[in-house]
């Protein structure tokens, strides 16, 4: 008998809608199939929109929240398709939704996706809403994947660091005693995705390519660095609220800077603020994932940085990087319908464990 989930993630790149199915069944889940459907350019601009506050953004949220929904069913429709599986035998979806705010000092935090809709277009069970339970036990909510981590990365006697680098990058402590530790440590692409769109016309700089060929420039690094953001101590996470295009250009007024010269150094600042995070923990690798595991450039800054660290992809854990977010959310949907509390407060800062999500039934 199989054990099938769904995890979809959608995160704060904004590229796409990450689908993969899981089977639980055997001692050890195994990832089945996954795909990537590149989000609908007008969804992107809605979503992208939604970002920051505009006139109606109540009846504005709920219209992207409908097409969310619609564009992860044509997902799940391809998945399955492609996996020769049909909608019963899937126990349920987790569906991470798209956040449009991240405030939890205020309370709250805000993924959307109409998962009602989304029972009714795939006939699955879904579970959404994973971040605000944590929250209303005054945890940061974020990052959630720690527990999912630890549950298929940790070896005994090993301390293991992954990094995830997506829009916002997190990291993960697997230590060899004690403790899981993991916190959000800034912008992994997306301030580099917005530079590129807004010079090249690019949504990303593939390879970190365009990067290798500027210089990075030390009194800029330095003043980004100055965010008092980065030497708030853990718990923390922090989202497009705080690093957008905006913060940026703030930190641009009055320069003219090579535009190549401000990618290498957006590149910099997220190979800093990783390797500031990793260094006191000294890995002999370090395990990166989501799409910034493929900026060859970001690798090399993190090599430089990181000396001792030999720095590879989860890959080598027998996980692709593209997939672990979406493998995490169907993780975490299972821990919901279960039960099994699925937060780790030494992470979030929550007063306690807390089952996450809320059910839709199909
Ligand atoms: N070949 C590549 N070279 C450089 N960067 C890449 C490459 N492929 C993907 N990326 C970067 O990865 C981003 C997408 O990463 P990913 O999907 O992991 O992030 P996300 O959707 O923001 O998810 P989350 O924030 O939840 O981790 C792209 O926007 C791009 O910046
Ligand atoms: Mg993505």
């Known amino acids: 008998m199989s054990d ?15 689908a993969a199915l899981v089977d639980f069944s055997a001692g050890r889940p195994h990832l089945v199939d996954a795909l990537c459907a590149p989000l609908p350019e007008a969804l992107r601009a809605q979503l992208l929109a939604l970002q920051s506050a505009g006139h109606d953004e109540l009846h504005h949220a709920a219209l992207a929240a409908n097409a969310h929904s619609r564009a992860c069913a044509a997902a799940i429709r391809q998945l399955l398709e492609r996996a020769a599986c049909r909608a019963q035998e899937v126990r349920a979806i987790g ?57 298929l990365f940790s070896r005994e006697g090993e301390t293991r660091v992954l990094v995830n680098v997506g ?45 290798a060929t500027g210089c990075v420039l030390p009194e800029l690094l330095q003043a980004l660095l100055a965010e008092p953001w980065f030497a708030l101590p853990a718990p923390k996470s922090t989202g497009r609220d705080l690093f957008h295009a905006g913060w940026l ?15 290498a150094t957006l590149c910099a ?24 595991a493929h900026n060859a450039e970001l690798r090399r800054m993190l090599s430089c940085e990181l000396p001792q660290t030999r720095i590879t992809t989860t890959a080598e854990l027998g996980v692709d990087p593209d997939w672990v977010e979406a493998y995490a959310f169907a993780w975490l949907a299972r821990a919901c319908l279960l039960r099994q509390p699925a937060n780790l407060p030494a992470v979030t800062g929550a007063q306690g464990l807390r089952v996450l999500g809320a059910i839709y039934p199909k």
């Open 4 to 18: 099938l989930y769904i995890g979809l993630m959608t995160g704060t790149s904004l590229d796409g809608i990450d």
């Open 95 to 151: 569906n991470h939704g798209q956040t449009i705010r991240h405030r939890p000092e205020l309370g709250y935090t805000l993924q959307i996706g109409n998962h009602a809709l989304l029972a009714e277009l795939t006939g699955i069970d879904v579970v959404g809403d994973f971040r605000s339970r944590d929250v209303a036990a005054n945890g940061q909510g974020a990052p959630l994947v720690p527990a999912f981590h630890d549950a």
């Open 167 to 211: 829009g916002i990058a997190n990291l993960t402590v697997l230590p060899e005693q004690g403790n899981v530790t993991g916190w959000d440590c800034g912008p992994g692409n997306v301030l580099m995705d917005a530079w590129i769109q807004q010079h090249l016309g690019r949504s990303y700089d593939a390879d970190g390519a365009w990067a």
């Open 249 to 263: 250009a703030a930190h641009l007024t009055g320069r003219r800077d090579r535009p190549e010269d401000v990618q």
């Open 269 to 292: 600042l997220t190979a800093q603020t990783i390797a500031d995070a990793v260094h006191s923990q000294n890995p002999a690798a370090l395990y990166l994932c989501g799409g910034g």
